[in-house]
């Protein structure tokens, strides 16, 4: 059985596959890349634009998928700029929940959305 981190190696893959096959990384730069992930973040906050909260949860009811599709645009685009920055993103994660477990202190933090710095 592989660990989550050979499967996320292997979509890296995929996605890099999926890049060379069709020359597309002579359009990919940091900043190029920055403004596909952002647009496709827009994209998952336009499922929500306008609605209240009962119009957001029927609208995830009808449209998990479609809102799905979305989360791995934005995916997509974190893991292709991880590679081609050669940025570990499983540690980037570990090393930031280490960090948000310091500035969110349990003890501070908990039924509080107060910023870190004014806790
Ligand atoms: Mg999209």
């Given at each position: ?8 190696t ?10 060379d ?11 190029d890349?920055s ?5 496709e ?6 499922h ?28 997509y ?9 050669k940025?570990?993103?499983l ?19 908990r ?5 870190y710095?004014?806790?």
């Amino acid at each position: 059985m592989s660990s989550s981190n050979d499967q996320l190696t292997l979509r890296i893959r995929r996605i890099i596959d999926f890049r060379d096959a069709r020359d597309w990384k002579q359009f990919h730069n940091p900043k190029d890349i920055s403004i596909s992930l952002v647009l496709e973040a827009t994209e998952v906050l336009e499922h929500f634009q306008w609605k209240n909260k009962e119009e957001m949860e029927e609208h995830i009811k009808k449209n998990k998928d479609s809102i799905g599709e979305e989360l791995a645009d934005v995916l997509y685009w974190i893991l292709l700029m991880c590679h081609d920055l050669k940025i570990d993103i499983l540690a980037a994660l570990d090393d930031k929940l280490k960090k948000n477990e310091q500035k969110y202190p349990v003890e501070k933090a908990r039924g509080n959305h107060t910023k870190y710095n004014k806790l």
